[in-house]
């Protein structure tokens, strides 16, 4: 009977010191997995010690120019193909840049106008976004432009894009416009001639509507310089 407890005993011991290093390992290894998993999901820090994300918000305040010059590029050889299939003698005139509120350039719209005089009383326009998207209309001048007379549009003049445009008129007031109407804001670019030469220009206009507020910021489509800011 002593020997049969001295056994039971022993299995008993052997079960413990196996348990106890089974639990000793498994806290090992959950320990190791949650120092892994922080530091895959920690960035590096920057110079100045400070912890940044991974992802940047795009917008069209942060993004290169350059990265969309095929796009914007694409855009216009399509509305000058279409515009020239609706009439032959079609000549561009206008361009109208939609822009959101959270400036992912993502989802601007470009308005393309063109004319004909074989079509005087109206323009042809093609919404456009960068993804190549489109929808073509034949608008009344009477609905559309104020029933003005906007010039014929040569691109040997039209140097500098709407993004380029948008991101000098943002420095120069346009920040600051933002800021201040942030929940009642709408942005436009208007590529047309104008200013006090008439020259090519790009007009970027901020506009609170409920508070009765504007700003236009007018840059120079060939040089990119601001022209004049009210």
Do not use: C
């Not at 960035?43 to 991974?54: A, F, I, K």
């Not at 795009?58 to 095929?70: F, H, L």
């Not at 920040?175 to 090519?200: C, M, V, W």
């Amino acid at each position: 009977m002593g020997r049969t407890v001295k056994i039971i005993i022993t299995i008993l011991l052997i079960g413990i010191v196996g348990f106890g290093g089974y639990y000793f390992y498994m806290q090992r290894q959950q320990n190791t997995t949650q120092t892994n998993t922080t530091t895959d999901n920690t960035t590096p820090p920057t110079n100045d010690g400070s912890s940044t994300t991974s992802t940047e918000i795009k917008t069209i305040i942060t993004v290169n120019p350059q990265d969309y010059d095929n796009a914007l590029q694409k855009n216009f050889d399509t509305a000058s193909q279409k515009a020239s299939q609706w009439q032959s003698d079609a000549k561009f005139v206008y361009l109208q840049i939609d822009l959101p509120n959270n400036l992912n350039p993502d989802k601007a719209n470009e308005t393309y106008v063109f004319i004909s005089a074989k079509s005087p009383s109206n323009y042809w326009t093609i919404a456009q976004n960068l993804a190549g998207e489109y929808i073509r209309a034949i608008i009344p001048k009477t609905d559309f432009l104020k029933n003005g007379s906007p010039k014929e549009i040569f691109t040997k003049y039209w140097k500098t894009d709407w993004i380029t445009a948008f991101q000098k008129a943002d420095l120069e007031s346009g920040k600051a416009f933002r800021e201040k109407y942030p929940n009642d804001l709408e942005i436009s670019a208007n590529l047309t001639h104008g200013g006090p030469n008439d020259y090519l220009t790009w007009i970027i206009k901020y506009n609170a509507p409920k508070a009765g507020e504007k700003l236009e910021v007018q840059v120079d489509a060939a040089t990119g310089e601001i022209n004049q800011s009210s």
